[in-house]
């Protein structure tokens, strides 16, 4: 099959023996994977990855300086089902998803961060057969393969635990910022602040149900809040961004009582001044992922039309184009999310509403 494969900071297209489907597994043909920003920040800092991951805790058993071939964001069509999956809930030919995990007899493993388990960035994938979803409603597959960034928005939401008459400020609108604009929207919170240097992230956001995105040259996040609300209102930031100095620069803008999530992920050390968190009393969260039940509720939600997720739909190569790809999502105004099609040519192809609807 054809893969794109990273290796110790690189990335390579090349044909690899495809994958066979083993007790419980399910064989899939990969339809749509969208590129994640994890998937950039893992090509560079994968090493700084696993030695914090070790350091919390978390067993890692991947080596980035091994082949290795990402993408956890995907929608496939089952080929075939190994052994031991008679109790499956999917049959060959289903559209389906899953979350980036698989059961294996020595206990959970990583899709796509694994030596062992390719991900989507390739025409075929083995899945766990019980963990797969079939993709309900006709739902088309590019969307289908949203459900997993779209999941990451509706964890961190939740653990904001927002309430009637909560507003929010949301720092950063790539997907993941994006994400938590959408969920914020479905639990109809009134007023949503979005703030991105990107023209064309500010006009996604509004797009995903931001009330209002602004540049924070020309006005901080905060002072556009305290114009829309008065300044009365609780308020909830999450901070989508990533990058040193944001989460300190957000504890001191933030109102008293104000509650912080933190979901973007910084790899550098950084730093903070506890002293400002407790004269304004914040409450500080830091989320990852989701669950299992909250990926299920979000593909739902996609079929049933309760978030519309194709404005995050930018672009679409085939497996030849996946180094490409990560150049340009570099560059943030050219691309929100590109998704992965094996079979399209190395071209990036813009992705419009229309053509969504067309496709």
């Known amino acids: 099959m054809r893969?794109?494969?990273?290796?110790?900071?690189?990335?390579?297209?090349?044909?690899?023996?495809?994958?066979?489907?083993?007790?419980?597994?399910?064989?899939?043909?990969?339809?749509?994977?969208?590129?994640?920003?994890?998937?950039?920040?893992?090509?560079?800092?994968a090493h700084k990855m696993i030695e914090q991951s070790v350091a919390a805790g978390v067993p890692v058993t991947f080596d980035p300086s091994r082949d290795y071939i990402m993408g956890h964001e995907f929608a496939g069509e089952v080929l075939?089902?190994?052994?031991?999956?008679?109790?499956?809930?999917?049959?060959?030919?289903?559209?389906?998803?899953?979350?980036?995990?698989?059961?294996?007899?020595?206990?959970?493993?990583?899709?796509?961060?694994?030596?062992?388990?390719?991900?989507?960035?390739?025409?075929?994938?083995?899945?766990?057969a019980a963990l797969c979803m079939k993709v309900p409603n006709g739902l088309d597959h590019r969307r289908a393969a949203m459900t997993e960034p779209m999941a990451v928005g509706r964890h961190a939401v939740g653990k904001a635990h927002v309430r009637t008459g909560d507003t929010a400020v949301v720092l950063g609108c790539g997907p993941v910022g994006l994400a938590c604009i959408a969920d914020l929207r479905r639990r109809e919170v009134e007023t949503i602040v979005a703030a991105d240097f990107s023209p064309r992230r500010r006009a996604t956001a509004v797009a995903m149900g931001a009330t209002e995105a602004v540049d924070p040259r020309d006005e901080p996040a905060v002072d556009a809040w305290r114009r829309l609300t008065g300044g009365t209102r609780p308020l909830v930031m999450f901070e989508a961004i990533g990058v040193p100095g944001m989460?300190?620069?957000?504890?001191?803008?933030?109102?008293?009582?104000?509650?912080?999530?933190?979901?973007?992920?910084?790899?550098e050390t950084d730093q903070v001044h506890p002293f400002v968190g407790i004269t304004k009393e914040l409450n500080i969260q830091f989320a990852l992922a989701y669950d299992p039940l909250e990926f299920m509720q979000t593909l739902a939600d996609i079929a049933e039309g309760v978030v519309d997720v194709s404005p995050m739909m930018t672009g679409v190569c085939g497996i030849?184009?996946?180094?490409?790809?990560?150049?340009?999502?570099?560059?943030?105004?050219?691309?929100?999310?590109?998704?992965?099609?094996?079979?399209?040519?190395?071209?990036?192809?813009?992705?419009?509403?229309?053509?969504?609807?067309?496709?």
């Open 3 to 45: 893969a794109a494969i990273a290796k110790s900071g690189t990335l390579r297209v090349d044909d690899v023996e495809d994958p066979v489907p083993g007790s419980g597994d399910a064989l899939i043909a990969v339809k749509a994977c969208g590129i994640c920003g994890s998937d950039l920040h893992a090509l560079v800092h």
């Open 80 to 128: 075939e089902l190994g052994p031991d999956t008679a109790g499956a809930s999917v049959s060959v030919g289903d559209l389906v998803t899953s979350i980036p995990v698989v059961l294996t007899p020595t206990g959970i493993e990583a899709t796509a961060y694994s030596n062992t388990y390719n991900g989507g960035y390739a025409d075929l994938m083995r899945l766990s």
């Open 247 to 267: 989460l300190d620069s957000a504890m001191r803008a933030a109102p008293t009582q104000s509650r912080i999530v933190v979901v973007g992920v910084c790899m």
């Open 320 to 359: 030849d184009g996946v180094p490409d790809a990560f150049a340009t999502l570099g560059r943030p105004d050219d691309h929100v999310k590109i998704l992965v099609e094996p079979g399209r040519g190395p071209a990036i192809e813009p992705l419009t509403s229309a053509g969504l609807a067309a496709d």
